[in-house]
């Protein structure tokens, strides 16, 4: 399997028509164009807002759990990767390996799995394959065209976008998002 870097955009909340917000989370290849869209829960958004901006709870929350009770096991967790998705569920792994060197993957939600990766401070990766398959961006282009509310992005004050009406609209807000943005 060919994998691909990938960083992490905040995670997006859209509100449609109806009022009803969803998380996107946008992972953008490394120091190029295209782009992979998760919609994620609005509590693992927080974790990854979260993440990004370095914020520190008083306590573990429970990725930082997973994290830290794995470097106590032994295990390095060196890489998560994002690998397909399948009857409308995105798949991803955990990749760890213990000290004896012995290499492991658990099988994890890709949200759970970003937000693992950011605290751990390991890479993100996407197989290709998927990332070429994806059609989620065509999705999130008609969803985003939709939109009769505002875009509003996590740590950032609410702006209005005008209707995105094609990828290249997309990729100009994303672009946007990047001057701003904390990126792993």
Do not use: W
């Amino acid at each position: 399997m060919q994998k691909v870097e990938v960083t992490v955009e905040y995670p997006i909340v859209h509100v449609d028509d109806l009022g009803m917000p969803s998380i996107l989370l946008i992972l953008k290849e490394k120091d190029k164009e295209r782009i992979c869209v998760l919609h994620i829960s609005h509590d693992v958004g927080q974790v990854i807002s979260m993440a990004l901006e370095h914020f520190k709870t008083p306590r573990p929350l429970t990725h930082q759990l997973y994290v830290n009770s794995f470097k106590q096991l032994g295990f390095s967790i060196d890489n998560i990767v994002v690998y397909k998705l399948e009857e409308d569920v995105y798949h991803a792994k955990i990749v760890k390996t213990k000290g004896d060197g012995i290499y492991h993957e658990f099988d994890a939600r890709p949200s759970d799995a970003v937000a693992v990766a950011l605290l751990a401070g390991c890479p993100i990766f996407i197989n290709e394959e998927f990332l070429q398959s994806n059609p989620e961006i065509l999705n999130v282009i008609e969803t985003l065209r939709k939109t009769k509310d505002f875009i509003r992005v996590p740590g950032h004050p609410a702006q209005e976008h005008s209707p995105m009406e094609s990828e290249e609209d997309l990729r100009r807000m994303l672009n946007g998002l990047n001057k701003d943005s904390t990126k792993h």
